[in-house]
């Protein structure tokens, strides 16, 4: 089994929907969770960054963390084209040793 | 804040040659820096750890004497190809990391070997 699971998609919404994405993850001890959003042929920008559980928001996202279920979820409101990407999650038992799920390629459409 | 470039974005070079990508953080000082490689539809798959002043920590499965890792200063890593072949073809991104906290990311190095 994986460290860390997460649908590759793709994922297709119109403009404006709200967008899940989810990952599940199987280590306990994992305490720092991530988002990072990557556009084609570049490098990750992180997007959200989470300690332990409960939400965060940042403008038109929101990051929950469910450490009972194992189970963590970006949220993006009123999606936008521009939202297009591939989010990967990553998560770790200390900050520094990421395990990355295999990101979920989205396309929002005009 | 928290820039991390790359050089070069892209190489295309012949089967047998060394290839050298750098990795520099601009506006912070990294005390350490990983290197991760990333194949079409793949999760990053870290290869190595490194600090400044000391030896890369490599992962299982990669060669270290293949993949040369220098990290001689808090701002410079170097990740250094050597003899690559067809398959060592991949996007290569390096991140920098100053505090226990976060990683982040350079754009990435584009390697193609013919």
């Known amino acids: 089994q994986k460290e860390v699971e997460q649908d590759p998609g793709p994922l297709s919404v119109p403009e404006g929907a709200i967008v899940s994405l989810n990952c599940t993850y199987s280590?306990?001890?994992?305490?720092?969770f991530m988002w990072y959003r990557q556009y084609s042929r570049k490098g990750p920008e992180l997007l959200m960054y989470?300690?332990?559980?409960g939400n965060k928001e940042d403008g038109r996202f929101t990051a929950q963390v469910d450490k009972s279920s194992k189970y963590i979820s970006l949220f993006i409101r009123d999606s936008q084209p521009s939202d297009s990407a591939t989010y990967l999650c990553?998560?770790?038992?200390?900050?520094?040793?990421?395990?990355f799920g295999t990101g979920t390629r989205l396309t929002v459409i005009p | 804040g928290a820039v991390v470039s790359q050089h070069p974005s892209r190489v295309i070079c012949k089967s047998g040659t060394s290839v050298k990508i750098e990795c520099r953080s601009l506006d912070f000082q990294a005390t350490t820096m990983f290197w991760y490689r990333q194949f079409p539809k793949k999760s990053l798959m870290l290869m190595a750890t490194?600090?400044?002043?000391?030896?890369?920590?490599?992962e299982q499965g990669v060669e270290k004497d293949k993949f040369l890792i220098n990290h001689a200063s808090l701002t410079l890593s170097t990740l250094t190809v050597t003899s690559a072949h067809p398959e060592d073809s991949s996007f290569y991104i390096c991140s920098a990391s100053e505090s226990a906290d976060t990683q982040y990311f350079g754009p990435g190095t584009r390697l193609t070997v013919l």
């Open positions: 490194s600090n400044e002043g000391s030896k890369a920590t490599y």
């Open positions: 990553a998560m770790s038992v200390g900050a520094n040793n990421l395990f």
């Open positions: 989470t300690y332990s559980s």
């Open positions: 280590n306990s001890a994992f305490q720092y």
